[in-house]
Nanobody, 123 residues
Framework: QVHLVESGGGSVQAGDSLRLSCAAS????????IGWFRQRAGQEREGIAA????????AYRVSVKGRFTISQDNTGNTVYLQMNSLTPDDTAMYYC????????????????WGQGTQVTVSS
């Protein structure tokens, strides 16, 4: 069973940066994918970044590309989401999730989820 725990959320000002962490257990980094998702108030959850195959594969939603960077530690069991130039529109609950295999940008394929970490950006 895959177990995921997010951390690193908080309240920041517009223009600030945050780094979220996702600690994964029961997951195979060499073949699977870890994705970051967010759910803004009143909206559906959306995939925003993903990595897989030991970091060889990455995928980003167009709206965050260039501001957000996904990376992982050398074990592949901790995945980070570096978020820069945050705006109030980035306020959301952020989740990490795991999928068994690529394509990592196939957001509907993720079937193991963490509990989420809240990010609030004020203007």
């Amino acid at each position: 069973q895959v177990h995921l725990v997010e951390s690193g959320g908080g309240s920041v000002q517009a223009g600030d940066s945050l780094r979220l962490s996702c600690a994964a257990s029961g997951y195979t980094p060499s073949t699977g994918c870890i994705g970051w998702f967010r759910q803004r108030a009143g909206q559906e959850r959306e995939g925003i970044a993903a990595t897989g195959r030991g970091g060889e594969v990455t995928a980003y939603r167009v709206s965050v590309k260039g501001r957000f960077t996904i990376s992982q530690d050398n074990t592949g069991n901790t995945v980070y989401l570096q978020m820069n130039s945050l705006t109030p529109d980035d306020t959301a609950m952020y989740y990490c999730a795991a999928a068994a295999s690529p394509p990592c940008g196939a957001w509907a394929s993720y079937n193991f989820w963490g509990q989420g970490t809240q990010v609030t950006v004020s203007s």
